[in-house]
């Protein structure tokens, strides 16, 4: 469920660079594994990521060999406040509440 109540309970250890996604979460974990088995590089999306007290939107770059690449940690997070119009209620969601910024820039070599 994509909501940020559910971040906390959702994340998960995303492996930082060199190590074998396989050591993360299960997201980590599945990318991994299918990486390996296909031969391909994956990009992981978003994956609610666990470290200490804070939580970051990451997405991790997997290596056909199943290992981290990449992580990089969302910078700019949605936050969005559209008041109610006609029969449209109005909308919240605030990514900040919950989410820790990325600070970084990220870049990998890849082989092409």
């Known amino acids: 469920p994509y909501g940020t ?5 959702y994340g998960e250890h995303v492996p ?13 974990q599945l990318l991994s594994e299918l ?12 994956v609610p990521e666990l470290e200490g007290n804070q939580i970051f939107n990451t997405c991790p770059i997997v290596d ?12 700019h997070l949605f936050d969005v ?3 109610a119009t006609g029969d449209r209620p109005a909308i919240r969601f605030q990514e900040s509440e ?3 910024a ?9 082989p092409w």
């Open 81 to 83: 406040n559209v008041p």
């Open 98 to 100: 919950v989410l820790s």
């Open 16 to 28: 930082p660079p060199g190590q074998l996604a396989e050591l993360g979460g299960p997201t980590s």
């Open 64 to 75: 056909p060999d199943g290992r981290i690449v990449a992580r990089h940690r969302k910078a």
């Open 5 to 9: 109540e559910h971040f906390a309970a």
């Open 35 to 46: 990486a390996r088995e296909y031969g391909l590089w994956l990009v992981g999306g978003s």
């Open 102 to 110: 990325g600070n970084d820039l990220t870049l990998t070599q890849l």
